[in-house]
């Protein structure tokens, strides 16, 4: 038996390796200042030219300058002051806090702006100045024109509470020299449980 040949010869191909893929460039991004998009050189351009590169540049140091400013006068701010933000803070809750309640001491509704009136004053007791359990939602003429009408207000918090829970504050002679930390603290308590009273109420 004959050997089977081959009568042509095979051609032969010169071995290509396979071309790299070219690196996929920049994606577009949208230009922080006209807000149109554009395809950058290179991933951290945040502008499609010169002059929107210094309109964000204006914007960024004015950002950095009125930070500076905030901190600036954040660090001026007396004891006084950040107590006046923590009792803002603290009030701003209590009146959302009571927002379906009428009036601690006399029972109506009032077509005005409520304010947060305290039990025991806070000249007479400052250290119950920021306690939530002695304010209460509070219309204008009892807070104001009947100087609290604590009479009736010690009424309608015995209602809310309970006669223990008010007499344990009335009790209560604890002094609290909140430093400044401290009402820092109260201040951003008060203004996160706000807050989260507002988003359970959507």
Request: charged share 35%.
């Amino acid at each position: 038996m004959s050997e089977l040949r081959r009568t042509t010869p095979m051609k032969r191909t010169a071995f290509k390796p396979s071309e790299p893929k070219p690196a996929p460039g920049p994606r577009k991004r949208i230009c922080k200042a006209c807000k149109t998009k554009f395809q950058p050189f290179r991933s951290i351009e945040a502008w499609c030219s010169p002059e929107c590169g210094l309109i964000v540049a204006k914007e960024r140091l004015a950002k950095q300058e009125a930070k500076k400013d905030r901190e600036r006068k954040q660090s001026l701010k007396s004891r006084r002051d950040w107590m006046k933000e923590a009792q803002i803070a603290v009030n701003a809750y209590v009146r959302l806090r009571d927002h379906d309640l009428p009036c601690i001491s006399c029972g109506k509704w009032f077509d005005g702006t409520w304010q947060a009136g305290h039990y025991l004053s806070r000249g007479a007791r400052p250290n119950l100045a920021l306690d939530e359990r002695n304010i209460a939602k509070q219309c204008m003429p009892c807070n104001v024109h009947l100087s609290g009408n604590q009479a009736a207000f010690r009424i309608g918090l015995i209602a809310r509470i309970g006669i223990e829970e008010v007499e344990r504050l009335e009790s209560d002679h604890v002094p609290r020299k909140h430093d400044i930390e401290d009402l820092k603290a109260i201040r951003d308590h008060y203004r996160l449980k706000l807050k989260q009273l507002k988003e359970s109420q959507l």
